[in-house]
């Protein structure tokens, strides 16, 4: 690692005010948002690998 090279450091702390339900409400829009993402690289090109 070089001398003076500048590192940023990020650290995710769960809130105490985070319930059980925030927490699966969360879950769920991460899944969705993970869903959203993977079918927006879908094109109908791409319908010929589901034949094989």
């Not at 991460?30 to 589901?50: H, K, N, P, R, V």
Request: hydrophobic content about 40%.
């Amino acid at each position: 690692m070089a001398a003076n090279q500048e590192v940023r450091v990020i650290v995710l702390v769960k809130g105490s005010t985070d319930t059980e339900e925030d927490e699966e409400e969360e879950n769920a829009a991460w899944q969705i948002l993970a869903a959203e993402q993977l079918l927006a690289g879908y094109s109908e090109e791409d319908a010929i690998y589901d034949n094989i």
